[in-house]
């Protein structure tokens, strides 16, 4: 510090402060609000990551705990350095968008390349325990036991048995791991249902003492020379076999009791007999590029894969131009502050996006019904709305322009009045008339802080499935396919070949989607180079 | 500004404070957090549907678990329940007993979320035989059932006195009502926009249709699939001349939303619709009565899909002691079966239970009957899921007024296409 | 429409004046059609009857879910207006449910995601209208595309994620508030950042040179002079936030299952039957009061809408 200060005697040149390198004042911040500010953001980071990593080291999870690391350290390395001043306020956002909407989509991506869905959504280890566990029957002919459920000794460690009664016979047994042996009746005291309430050496469990002993019970049985003895419950027991069961010498799955063989598939994640009859359990397997070409190859999908971007982009930009249209004419409408009550229009106006989407669109779609509906009997018509697609386009837009204009609206308004009005003003000392100063001046630098918004809206609307598929389900479908409909777009498409068929299938759902993305991905590109023109204009 | 904060110390300070703040926040959720298990006392998670059913499930968990000494929680799922558990189940979040519909059977059973039952013959016996129908999948019992339902005629009894015998009978007093002004429609039957091949089922049936056949051993074969068959065009046709274009008993634009409107006020006499209707129809002063759907004169019976709630204990749960014992001992009872009846009036699956309401609510019991006597059990195999978009579809078609035999062999290819 | 209107009177007042009072600016003399003060009608009466028809547009199916809430048998049939028997039952049902925690719930995350989220959004926006990096352009595109995909495929990954997070970390796990404020802080690099970047670039950047010179860090100049010029539009984005929290559906009826955590939207659901549409009108008198809050917030928040600026960003 004294050096420079002789310096700054020495040389007439105006001192220059140089920044440190890397701190808490390296990107110019030097009010104590802001420091302090500062400091204590960077230790509640340095605290929140302390109390992730706990569980994350308990739980021996290191991959997790790298992460943490990693993250706290660029966090800092962020808010300390003088260089990273635009990441300083990209980085909250974008870390919560990394972990909650990127990742998810990409680990939905890489499902495409699976066949994961129902019927394959586990290993084929579970496969094999739940076909195992599904075929055990009960063995014909053996008693129904009334079970009481004891331990050898401590109700919390000792060994688990099986007080059995067979109420037909009369008779109770003992069931331990080595198998059943009778009680003698004089022993033991039975209760009213048959279960027995006391036996010598043996401590009954009472419902809290069970469910302590939950696993070790669920993997207690009693063997017998035809299968084993397992409760049902409380107060239950069967002897039951598992009439399948898997032989890792042939990677099979044998039934016991027919004799009929399933062999497993692994390209298909399913176990098949000689027939090509399959189990119903299966389990996820990688299928690499299947469902891509699955998708290009669908006969459906081709016919009217055309037919459903063009309408898909002109729902959406159709959506984004009327809304923005009413919305902006209302506002300009409604912006005269002589006007009075201008506040409760504002607030009614507003209010439908105060409703629920989901309800709204079911009002909507109610009012549309032919025979009964608002609509045709405000109009006298007999108009099937749903019938015919240029009519149930119509249909949709027009609830997409009520339920979207007001959004328009409340956003104009906000543009409008932070457009300054001098620029108006000057405009029209120079003898300019006010709609060619609205033209010229007002409405360019609306559409540059707008346009940013009809793209993002553009692009949700693109992928809106709730304003089709609630309102028309993607009717009117030609007669010879029931699978596109007129008023689909893709998204609904995927929906319906996604979980329409014989089960939900995702990972075809994923290729679909992946190709969509692309599709709108080098779309969005190009019409991006367009607006960078927009942003220069101020 | 030239007042130094002693911002080094000041930096410091704060960490050394998060730091333990932390450490001590961290080692308590460190503690609980890695097992989630409640070891004190105890657990019992069950997911349900929304409504009224929901809410009397609430109260019957709770009183269990009080008896008992159980925490039960039941946690209403509102939307897509079937999904979520199935998705939770893989996710090792699952419920410990899930309450849903029996044509779930077959995709839970796939997707190894749930376990099969074993019911002693007492228990068995008290149920209605369709419903320990409804809940058996491959030869496995997988659910204790407790409702059963299944579409009927409701028939307003001031404008048409007598159960018509066919449809032909009910369409041609439909009309004559409608002639006289008395009402505006012939008969509410719900189809929409894109067709319900629920409700159509009793027609579809009558004229020859069929969904599956039955395997040797019992159970529907997805292999012979009957819509695309000869015996559907033709049971199309029929409904095809009741449609838009032929009698005009069948419109699109009714659907579930407003045939119970259309009923109450009075715009239709006929109505086909469950037993979830009584509660409304309960509030209204409506004169009414309920038989089974008439079939086609000289065509085959009528049959309505039976629908079947049950229990299921769910296989990766974390307590199956407890949810076996709740869902095959204490779902099971007469006492629960009517508790849910009077919450909502759907048909009890208990014999024992449908005895009791006799005096009470006949009508109930007269959907029963109907059910009994020519009802089908709806399919649970996995395959029917791929069977109710496109037929649907191919109904509203034709009741549109389109070919019935190119619909429906459409729907048919579709559908084929979907199973492969 | 503007033509119509004499040119002093599109000049709103300047900050000086006190608010409502018009004063005719006499250096404007221009000849004008009709009379000054005559012509109420010309100048502020037909928009009134725009006004009253924007209003009648938008209002009319709502009147339908009032409709709905007053009338007992609770279906969803647009063929009555008033329905017969109309009565308050609903509304006595509603509070018979745990619609009062529901909606408690329903505050606290909507107020907390939409002020975080507007923060994070506004920072995103700011960074992206004021500083050129390398990656700015590719950022901008991918918050745009991230939101195209379908939402109903990412929920499987979400499921299993969060499965996850709640056995390690279950205070923001399952069933709890602030495990679906975190889901949500994950949208909030979205529309919203879009539309405020929009309206930053409209700001020039002459002001921040003109801060910077006098010593301004980048945080003085965001917090202190670019915050307070787009007021309106951050007003606007904390209520579409918060609105868009209080509607969202899809994703909490997954997250919360238990009673005591749900949000008002879930658990409305959830009185209503999968498909029978019983209890339609319990549904519709909830929806109606939780838009109870929606419209106070827009009352309060109008305030800083039609604020009006200092407009000085152009001083010169």
């Given at each position: ?31 104590p ?34 992460i943490?690391?990693?993250v706290?350290?660029?966090?800092f390395?962020i ?25 998810p ?6 499902t ?38 004891a ?14 009664t067979d ?10 791991s ?10 033991i005291?039975l ?44 107060s239950?027991?069967?002897e039951g076999t ?5 032989d ?9 009791k ?10 298909n994640?399913?176990?098949v ?16 590029l ?7 190859s ?29 919305g ?6 409604l912006n ?7 506040r ?11 409703m ?6 079911l ?11 608002l ?29 979207g ?10 543009a409008?009045q ?67 409909g ?19 299938q ?16 080098v ?11 927009l942003?220069?204009?101020? | ?26 080692g ?8 989630n ?58 419920p ?20 099969p ?73 719900p ?13 579809y049936t ?13 159970g ?46 009075k ?24 038989s ?16 079947v709630?049950?229990a ?97 062999s ?8 979907s199973?492969? | ?22 004063v ?6 221009v000849?004008?059609?009709?009379s ?5 009608f010309?100048?502020?009466?037909w ?17 339908f ?41 329903t ?35 991918s918050i745009l ?13 979400l ?12 205070p923001?796990?399952?069933?709890t508030?602030?495990g ?10 979205g ?18 040179e003109s ?14 002079i670019?915050?307070p010029?787009?007021?309106p ?18 994703i ?6 238990e009673?005591?955590?749900k ?6 659901y ?17 929806t ?11 009352q309060?928040?109008?305030?800083y ?12």
């Amino acid at each position: 510090m004294a050096k420079s200060e002789v310096r700054e005697e020495l040389t007439p040149t105006p001192p220059v402060k140089k920044p440190p390198r890397f701190g808490l004042e390296a990107d110019g911040t030097s009010s104590p609000a802001g420091l302090i500010i500062k400091i204590a953001v960077l230790a509640m980071v340095l605290g929140i990551a302390v109390w992730a990593a706990l569980p994350l080291l308990a739980n021996d999870r290191w991959v997790g705990l790298a992460i943490v690391v990693l993250v706290t350290a660029l966090l800092f390395y962020i808010y300390l350095s003088p260089r990273t001043v635009p990441a300083k306020y990209l980085i909250p956002g974008t870390l919560f968008l990394i972990a909650f909407q990127i990742v998810p989509v990409l680990y939905t991506m890489s499902t495409a390349f699976t066949n994961f869905g129902d019927a394959h959504r586990g290993s084929k280890q579970e496969a094999i325990a739940a076909i195992e566990g599904t075929s055990v029957q009960q063995v014909p002919g053996t008693p129904e036991y009334v079970l009481s459920l004891a331990t050898k000794g401590d109700p919390t460690t000792g060994d688990i048995v099986f007080l059995l009664t067979d109420p037909a016979a009369k008779q109770s047994f003992v069931g331990t791991s080595q198998g059943l042996e009778e009680l003698a009746a004089d022993d033991i005291q039975l209760g009213p249902d048959g279960k027995v309430v006391e036996a010598p050496g043996y401590t009954v469990l009472n419902i809290g003492q069970a469910s302590a002993r939950a696993e070790d019970i669920s993997q207690f049985s009693v063997p017998t020379d035809r299968g084993a003895i397992k409760n049902q419950g409380l107060s239950r027991a069967f002897e039951g076999t598992p009439l399948q069961a898997y032989d890792a010498s042939c990677d099979c799955i044998k039934d016991a009791k027919s004799g009929q063989t399933w062999t497993a598939d692994d390209s298909n994640g399913l176990f098949v007999d000689s027939e090509g009859q399959a189990l119903a359990q299966g389990w996820k397997v990688n299928v690499g590029l299947r469902n891509f070409t699955d998708v290009l190859s669908d006969q459906t999908l081709r016919a009217s894969f055309l037919k459903m971007l063009i309408w898909n982009f002109g729902f959406a930009i159709g959506t984004v131009v009327i809304t923005f249209a009413l919305g902006l004419l209302v506002a300009i409408v409604l912006n005269k502050e002589e006007l009075k009550g201008r506040r409760i229009y504002r607030s009614l106006i507003i209010l439908p996006y105060a409703m629920p989407v989901v309800a709204m669109y079911l009002v909507w779609r109610d009012m549309f019904n032919t025979d009964f509906g608002l609509l045709n009997r405000m109009l006298g018509t007999h108009i099937n709305w749903f019938g015919s697609t240029a009519s149930a386009m119509f249909a949709i837009l027009l609830v997409q322009l009520w339920l979207g204009y007001n959004y328009m609206f409340l956003v104009c308004t906000g543009a409008l009045q932070s457009i300054s009005a001098d620029l108006t003003e000057a405009a029209q000392v120079d003898g300019a008339k006010p709609f060619y100063a609205f033209r010229t001046i007002t409405f360019p630098l609306l559409l540059v802080a707008l346009a940013p918004l009809l793209i993002a809206s553009f692009a949700f609307n693109f992928n809106n499935f709730n304003a089709i598929y609630l309102v028309s389900q993607g009717a009117p479908f030609p007669p010879d396919n029931p699978m596109a409909g007129n008023t689909d777009i893709l998204i609904t498409y995927t929906y319906r070949l996604a979980f329409g068929g014989a089960g939900a299938q995702y990972g075809l759902a994923a290729a679909i989607s992946v190709f969509i993305f692309l599709i709108v991905a080098v779309i969005s590109i190009l019409s991006f180079r367009r607006t960078h023109a927009l942003e220069e204009i101020n | 500004m030239k007042r130094k904060l002693p911002i080094v110390r000041v930096a410091v300070l704060l960490a050394v404070v998060a730091l333990v703040v932390s450490a001590c926040g961290g080692g308590g959720t460190g503690g609980t957090g890695g097992g989630n298990a409640e070891t004190s006392g105890a657990q019992l998670t069950i997911w349900v549907g929304g409504g009224p059913s929901g809410e009397a499930t609430k109260k019957l968990g709770a009183a269990w678990g009080e008896e008992n000494g159980v925490n039960v929680a039941v946690q209403i799922i509102p939307e897509n329940l079937q999904t979520q558990f199935v998705t939770a189940s893989q996710a090792g979040k699952a419920p410990d007993v899930v309450m849903g519909a029996h044509d779930w059977i077959g995709n839970l059973v796939q997707n190894g979320a749930i376990d099969p039952i074993q019911m002693t013959e007492d228990t068995r016996a008290a149920y209605e035989k369709l419903a320990i129908e409804a809940v058996t999948f491959n030869g496995q019992t997988y659910g204790v059932p407790f409702t059963m339902n299944n579409i009927v005629l409701f028939r307003n009894t001031d404008l048409a006195p007598q159960a018509p015998s066919s449809i032909e009978d009910l369409v041609a007093t439909g009309k004559q009502l409608k002639a006289a002004g008395k009402t505006s429609e012939i008969l509410a039957l719900p189809v929409g926009p894109i067709g319900d091949a629920y409700h159509i089922n009793p027609l579809y049936t009558s004229g020859g249709g069929y969904m599956f056949g039955q395997q040797p051993e019992g159970g529907y074969d997805p292999k012979d699939l009957g819509v695309g068959k000869p015996s559907s065009v033709q049971a199309y046709e029929k409904i095809g001349a009741l449609g838009e274009k032929g009698e005009g008993a069948l419109k699109r634009s009714i659907t579930t939303d407003n045939i119970l409107s259309l009923f109450t006020a009075k715009k239709t006499a006929y109505m086909i619709s469950g037993p979830w209707q009584f509660a409304d129809l309960k509030k209204t002063k409506l004169h009414y009565d309920v038989s089974p759907v008439p079939p086609f004169e000289g065509g085959k019976p009528a049959r309505p899909f039976i629908t079947v709630d049950a229990a299921y204990v769910a296989s990766k749960g974390q307590n199956k002691l407890l949810a076996q014992e709740f869902v095959t001992n204490y779902w099971s009872t007469p006492e629960v079966n009517l508790a849910l009846f009077k919450a909502s009036p759907n048909v009890p699956a208990l014999t024992a239970a449908l005895e009791q309401i006799k005096a009470s609510d006949p009508l109930v019991v007269k959907v029963a009957e109907a059910g009994r006597a020519s009802g089908e059990i709806m399919p649970s195999i996995p395959a029917m899921a791929a069977v109710w978009d496109p037929l649907g579809k191919a109904e509203a078609a034709v009741i549109a007024g389109a070919n019935p035999n190119s619909s429906v062999s459409a729907a048919g290819k579709a559908i084929q296409a979907s199973l492969k | 429409m503007s033509e119509l209107i004499p040119p002093s009177e599109t000049m709103e007042p300047t900050p000086i004046r006190p608010p409502g009072e018009q004063v005719e600016e006499p250096r404007h003399e221009v000849v004008r059609l009709g009379s000054a003060r005559g012509g109420w009608f010309r100048r502020v009466g037909w928009r009134h009857i725009v006004g009253l028809l924007a209003l009648a547009f938008s209002i009319f199916p709502i009147l339908f879910v009032v409709s709905a809430a007053l009338n007992p048998l609770g279906t969803l049939s647009s063929s009555q207006l008033i329905p017969t028997g109309a009565s308050f039952e609903n509304f006595t049902k509603l509070f018979d449910t745990s619609f009062p925690r529901w909606f408690l719930n329903t505050m606290i995350l909507g107020i907390a995601s939409a002020a975080v989220s507007l923060f994070i959004s506004s920072c995103a926006a700011y960074g992206f209208s004021r500083f050129r990096f390398k990656g700015r352009r590719f950022g901008l595109l991918s918050i745009l595309l991230v939101q195209m995909f379908p939402q109903f495929l990412a929920i499987v990954a979400l499921y299993l994620m969060f499965a996850t997070i709640t056995d390690l970390w279950p205070p923001i796990g399952f069933n709890t508030v602030w495990g679906l404020f975190l889901l949500y802080m994950g949208g909030a690099l979205g529309v919203n950042t879009w539309l405020m970047k929009g309206f930053f670039d409209t700001i020039p950047k002459d002001l921040d040179e003109s801060a910077k010179v006098d010593g301004a860090s980048h945080a003085q100049i965001f917090f202190g002079i670019i915050l307070p010029l787009v007021a309106p539009i951050l007003a606007v984005t904390g209520l579409l936030a918060f609105i868009g929290v209080v509607n969202e559906f899809l994703i909490a009826s997954i997250f919360l299952t238990e009673d005591s955590a749900k949000t008002a939207a879930v658990g409305l659901y959830g009185l209503v039957s999968e498909e029978r549409n019983n209890n339609f009108g319990v549904f519709a008198a909830g929806t109606l009061i939780l838009a109870i809050p929606v419209v106070a917030l827009f009352q309060f928040l109008q305030r800083y809408i039609v604020g009006g600026l200092t407009g000085g960003a152009v001083k010169g």
